[in-house]
């Protein structure tokens, strides 16, 4: 069936060290992915997206993966910060389909060391 | 532009009572979504509403339901509250009918004693 999961629930990191959050999806036909961070006490926020004619898109401090190959969608965090502390999760769906038809998976909570 | 909005943002009630929760989306986005989030099953979908129609539900009892007015805010209500209803409920926004990208608000954390 259809699965949106991370490889690791948990995720500690040095402070100023790069993070590297992975996500893996079944579904080949998944044509738009996001990532998400929910801090504590608050909503999911939009990170970045990236559709699927692409094998990667940078942002501020992050970068998104994709390899269509092995369905696979990684987010990278550089020089992490204790404000990067949160749960990072991915989402995937399908171009023009709606909010029912979108995947989120289970997230991965990334936890600074000083 | 202000984000999205929902009130309250905590609230407890006993089991059997109803519940309305209110989601106000980001300025010109006419798609509002529901969704529960607990530890044990993450994101689950509710309902995605459209100009004031509601397009799409998830696997949920008849007792969640929802709409949305003219101005694109949205509520939803819980009756007969049961404990296992203790959630965080968020709402989230999206510019076009088919909303891929979610803007989700801070959401309103639910407990049911």
């Known amino acids: 069936g259809e699965s949106v999961g991370l490889h690791l629930p948990t995720l500690s990191v040095q402070e100023g060290d790069n993070s590297i959050i992975n996500c893996a999806y079944s579904?080949?036909?998944?044509?738009?992915f996001i990532w998400y961070k929910q801090e504590s006490g608050k909503g999911p926020q939009f990170i970045i997206d990236?559709?699927?004619?692409?094998d990667k898109r940078q942002g501020q401090r992050v970068t998104v993966l994709l390899n269509k190959t092995v369905k696979h969608l990684s987010l990278q965090i550089a020089a992490t910060q204790p404000g990067d502390s949160a749960v990072y999760f991915c989402?995937?769906?399908?171009?023009?389909?709606?909010?029912?038809?979108?995947?989120f998976g289970s997230g991965t909570r990334l936890s600074i060391r000083p | 532009k202000a984000g999205v909005t929902q009130t309250p943002r905590y609230l407890i009630k006993t089991r059997g009572q109803q519940v309305t929760l209110s989601c106000s989306p980001i300025?010109?986005?006419?798609?509002v979504s529901w969704y529960q989030q607990t530890p044990g099953q993450g994101l689950q979908f509710l309902f995605e509403y459209f100009s004031e129609t509601q397009r799409n539900k998830g696997n949920f009892p008849g007792r969640f339901s929802g709409r949305q007015f003219s101005n694109s805010r949205s509520e939803m209500n819980v009756s007969t509250l049961e404990l296992g209803d203790s959630a965080l409920y968020l709402c989230a926004s999206s510019l076009e009918q088919q909303g891929e990208t979610q803007y989700f608000g801070p959401g309103t954390r639910l407990l049911v004693l």
């Open positions: 579904n080949s036909a998944s044509d738009y």
């Open positions: 989402a995937e769906s399908r171009s023009y389909s709606s909010a029912s038809k979108i995947i």
């Open positions: 990236i559709r699927s004619n692409m």
């Open positions: 300025s010109g986005h006419r798609s």
